[in-house]
């Protein structure tokens, strides 16, 4: 079973920084792709960002130079510092990872970024 436990959603005020963390097993953290996707009330589930084993990033054009994703190898956790964050980031933030092509998605954590 494959198990994404997020955590850090909250709400956030336009310019804040946040930080989200998703923590899985070990066997799961240490050989495969991890990443964020986010979908917006009314919009398609879109990708953030995502890491490889190796700490290789990639990230939407809407997030580059604002938001970093990392992984904590000790812990097994993947993170999402989101910095400038902007009304439009407003969202259900989803943990995944690749398995043998399948996506596999935490349960999500709402991020609000309002005043």
């Known amino acids: 079973q494959v198990q994404l436990v997020e955590s850090g959603g909250g709400l956030v005020q336009p310019g804040e920084s946040h930080r989200l963390s998703c923590a899985t097993s070990?066997?799961?953290?240490?050989?495969?792709?991890m990443g964020w996707h986010r979908q917006a009330p009314g919009k398609e589930r879109e990708l953030v960002a995502s890491?490889?084993?190796?700490?290789?990033?990639n990230y939407a054009d809407s997030v580059k130079g604002r938001f970093t994703i990392s992984r904590d190898n000790a812990k097994n956790t993947v993170y999402l510092e989101m910095n400038k964050l902007k009304r439009e980031d407003t969202a259900v933030y989803y943990c995944?990872?690749?398995?043998?092509?399948?996506?596999?998605w935490g349960r999500g954590t709402q991020v609000t970024v309002s005043s």
């Open positions: 995944n990872t690749v398995i043998a092509s399948r996506r596999y």
């Open positions: 890491i490889t084993p190796g700490g290789s990033t």
């Open positions: 070990r066997s799961i953290f240490s050989l495969n792709l």
